[in-house]
């Protein structure tokens, strides 16, 4: 790279101060624009759940005041959750976190709500508006409270292993039943730690694996922070070998240190490259990407479908370790063949109705299917992001068992 001439030097030291407050004040107006957008919202269902209803004093004015304080309790919550971690600020943290997702079960919720009442108002089956209003608000709670319960119960509990058997061209009978377990989307962080952890480890040993794969997403912290609760990694077992590959979460929080400590831990790290492993004379390409996105954090670390099959036996089975399934179009377009790739990051959608919106960003929500010509399977999610919840998707633990394909 040519240096800069002093001149230069000059330009860029005038320019970098004002750089940064640029940065900084477009980070602001987004901030506000999503807490405007979200204040609006909250607005929208203390109007329909507290004000319309009318319902007799004090009820309504604490209504509308437990809406203000959850709405506080977001961005409160989040900006208490990088502080040391005390009681009241871990109090708050989850609060933050049930209520986020809490919110967009009521949302969705009142929004339904609106549009059967709408249509019951228009159709002349229900006259009284007062009376509309009060038991579109009773029918609310009544169905958001017990799925919230559900939902937490659900993602807080054990993990679903979910079975499935992939024909795989060129599969030799040596490697024919190989099971690969695979793991995605852990999030160990702030409110999922180490004992959790052990007990998916558990959960995965119990299955006797010959492969494991672990495809990203598996912190939402640094590693000072968070040693400790990923230490039970180390005792994943596999007979073939525990691989790794990284989400777009460990580059919010040190993707090369993640890198580096995962590799400590004993797993191997797929960064841009392959292994072969082999069993009873046959052999399976083992491949691993960055995450779609690492280059815009890491340029180094950009995801090379291309430089992780270089070099690979002709012939040879591969299994592509990518964590966003449309690493699959980067497959297609660098004209590396992939027999299977295991991805994950969409958790399934996690909390109804966002399932919905993925496919927005994502050829696939879950499961198995084919993108560009790539066979894709989707994890849903061993954990979550952000709030402890599962509406719909629970938490899946996938064991995948590899089968000749007919010719």
Do not use: C
């Amino acid at each position: 790279m040519a240096e800069l001439s002093s001149e230069g030097v000059e330009q860029e030291s005038r320019r970098a101060p004002r750089a940064a407050p640029r940065q900084v004040l477009r980070w602001l107006m987004s901030l506000g624009g999503i807490l405007t957008v979200i204040g609006a919202l909250h607005a929208y269902l203390a109007v329909r759940l507290f004000v319309s209803p009318a319902w007799p004093s004090p009820w309504g004015v604490l209504g509308v005041a437990l809406m203000v304080l959850l709405f506080v309790s977001i961005p409160a919550g989040l900006m208490g959750s990088r502080g040391e971690p005390t009681p009241a600020r871990r109090a708050l943290m989850w609060t933050s976190y049930v209520w986020l997702g809490s919110f967009g079960i009521l949302l969705s919720a009142v929004v339904m709500a609106d549009v059967v009442g709408a249509v019951l108002g228009w159709t002349g089956v229900v006259t009284d508006a007062l009376a509309l209003a009060r038991w579109k608000a009773g029918i609310v709670g009544a169905v958001t409270v017990p799925a919230v319960v559900f939902a937490f119960v659900t993602a807080r509990g054990k993990a679903t292993v979910e079975r499935v058997t992939v024909p795989v061209k060129g599969l030799q009978p040596g490697l024919g039943g190989l099971r690969v377990v695979q793991i995605s989307d852990v999030h160990v962080g702030p409110t999922l730690d180490g004992r959790w952890l052990r007990r998916v480890v558990e959960q995965v040993n119990a299955l006797k694996p010959d492969i494991i794969a672990v495809t990203g997403d598996l912190v939402d912290g640094g590693v000072e922070e968070l040693r400790e609760e990923v230490r039970p990694l180390a005792e994943l077992r596999a007979s073939l070998g525990v691989f790794y590959v990284t989400g777009n979460h460990e580059y919010y929080h040190g993707g090369p240190a993640w890198e580096a400590e995962v590799a400590r831990l004993g797993l191997t790290v797929l960064r841009n490259t392959h292994r072969v492993v082999e069993r009873d004379g046959a052999r399976l390409v083992v491949a691993g990407v960055t995450d779609f996105n690492a280059g815009h954090i890491v340029p180094s670390h950009a995801s090379r479908p291309d430089a992780a099959l270089a070099g690979a036996p002709e012939g040879v089975p591969v299994v592509l370790l990518a964590h966003q399934p449309r690493s699959a179009l980067q497959v297609a377009q660098s004209g590396v063949r992939v027999d299977l790739q295991l991805s994950g990051h969409t958790h399934g959608g996690q909390v109804f109705p966002f399932m919905f919106f993925i496919k927005l960003q994502q050829p696939v929500v879950r499961g198995l299917a084919t993108v560009s010509g790539v066979r894709v399977y989707t994890h849903r999610g061993t954990g979550y992001w952000g709030p402890p919840l599962r509406l719909g998707p629970s938490p899946e633990i996938a064991e995948l068992t590899l089968v000749p394909a007919a010719r």
